[in-house]
């Protein structure tokens, strides 16, 4: 679909799109984990992750986040709750990420270089709360 020029009036970055990129995209009306679930169920087996030479499964990363989602919850993740995720990029972000999501929390991401100031503000900024200590 080619883009129209009243479209390039409000919203003129659409003359830069290569010719067949449309400007507008339709989502599928489902919560991102989803996406998770069904490529473990059409492609279980099949690698999801590669990292070091290893590969994590479809199947695999469905599980882990679905246990990590479960431990959330016991520890008091509700919908609407944001998680601060301090990893680098490697398969624990991502089973983390998911499974995040999966418990209906907001995964809030963090740089793991930032200094302790910068991670501070971030975490106010973004209504992260301190976990309690457990008896």
């Known amino acids: 679909m080619a883009v129209r020029p009243e479209e390039t009036l409000q919203a003129p970055w659409l003359r ?16 991102v984990h989803h996406l998770l679930e069904e490529a473990a169920r059409r492609y279980g087996a099949r690698p999801a992750l590669l990292f070091f030479g ?32 301090h990893l680098p990029n490697c398969p624990q972000f991502v ?11 907001v995964a809030v991401p963090h ?18 709360a301190s976990p309690s200590p457990s008896t």
């Open 95 to 105: 089973i983390a990420y998911y499974g995040i999501l999966k418990a209906g929390g």
């Open 16 to 31: 830069f799109y290569d010719p067949g990129v449309p400007a507008r995209l339709t989502y599928p009306d489902h919560p």
């Open 54 to 85: 290893r590969p994590l499964s479809y199947a695999a990363l469905e599980t882990l986040a679905t246990r990590f989602a479960a431990g959330l919850q016991r520890l008091g993740v509700e919908p609407g709750t944001p998680v601060s995720l």
């Open 111 to 128: 740089n793991p270089l930032y200094t302790e100031r910068e991670v501070a503000h971030q975490l106010a900024d973004a209504g992260v």
